[in-house]
């Protein structure tokens, strides 16, 4: 006879048991997750560094980044959300395979529809504090000799509005917040580079941005370049500084970009860039110097010195700016802060200051450049 009773305590351990034994596995391989490579844009949670009251939510954090089979449950979840519904949080699905950056729901400083939509102008009193405050920085760069030039890259969906979703037909701005902030920098005698217009009027048989990436690419960066040493070179003093003169471009594949990433489908992508051929070569050789992004360049036989302080656009930029010059830094905007700008202006002098912001990022304008760390 089937003792029911021996088989129910049986059962009620052995589920008990099997309870534990899931959780404690699930336990170990969270030490050898890799979820960073969902490519998040952001950075997981680290393992907590010592123990203080605040360990118990730094463990969740770390945990809930990096539980095994996160990436695969975030993959398939996020594959179901966009065939069944066509969302995503950060990425906005356009038409013919475009992608678009949402970026309201990363940076809470910055907002790409807003932009795209012109909703999120100045109102005078801020708009003012914002030029003097940025103009008092550009004057700290003059004291030391330099020339300062201005440069803002445009958001994707404002050079290519027309594979944006239906939702968004007919609601691009004719005048937006980058647009407000140049006029007024003009009006202050600064060198402003708005370069909304120029790649609107240059679009052509050849794509200015990467279809699946928030950047600009090889050829969007070299029109930018293009026009940005034009303006130096109207400078009596940099009249020799004339901008590479293209002579071939060639189209070719490469493995998606940022955007795709975001997704978090990790379905198999290609994109299209260009390789550029110029009329002289380029001989400017660049390195990382510091873990903060600062990045310097030398060049043979070049008369000036450049400094620069960018975003992500510039660096497509950057092999073509730096073969101008003997000697280029290069700060990243990226971290927030940038350590020893006066002390470079000091003991390098540069004869040109590049200040560099993608549309997105001229809230940024009211960092302080030369703060002391």
Known sequence: ?????????????????????????????????????????????????????????????????????????????????????????????????????????????????????????????????????FVGQIKQFEA?????????????????????????????????????????????????????????????????YWRTDTHWNNYGAYLGYKRLMEEISKNPKFADLK??????????????????GMLGTKEHCRDIDYKLEFNKPIVSKCENIDKEDIISCTAPNRKYKMLAIRDSFFASMLPMVSNHFSHSMVYGRKFGHYPLVQEVMEKEKPDVVILEYLERQIGKLNHDIFKKQ
């Open 1 to 133: 006879m089937i003792d029911t009773k021996k088989i129910n305590v049986f059962c009620k351990y052995f589920g008990a048991g099997f309870f534990v034994l899931f959780i404690a596995l699930c336990f170990i391989g969270s030490f050898f997750s890799k979820a960073n490579k969902l490519s998040e844009n952001r950075t997981p949670a680290p393992f907590p560094k010592q123990l203080s009251l605040s360990f118990p939510q730094e463990f969740e954090a770390y945990y809930q980044d990096n539980f095994p089979k996160r990436r695969s449950l975030l993959k398939r979840y996020n594959r179901f959300r966009i065939a069944k519904f066509g969302i995503n949080d950060r990425v906005i699905l356009g038409k013919e395979d475009w992608l678009f950056y949402d970026s309201a729901k990363v940076d809470a400083d910055s907002d790409t529809v807003a932009d795209f939509q012109g909703t999120n102008l100045y109102s005078p009193e801020k708009l003012s504090a914002m030029v003097d405050f």
């Open 144 to 208: 030391y000799g330099a020339e300062v030039y201005v440069v803002f890259p445009p958001n994707k969906m404002t050079i290519y509005p027309e594979y944006m979703p239906k939702i968004y037909e007919g609601k691009q701005a004719s005048y937006t917040a980058v647009d407000q902030v140049s006029d007024a920098l003009k009006k202050r005698g600064v060198h402003v580079l708005n370069l909304k217009n120029y790649l609107q009027e240059n679009k052509g048989e050849h794509w200015l």
């Open 243 to 260: 901008p590479l003169k293209l002579t071939g471009i060639t189209a070719q594949e490469k493995y998606c970009g940022d955007l795709h």
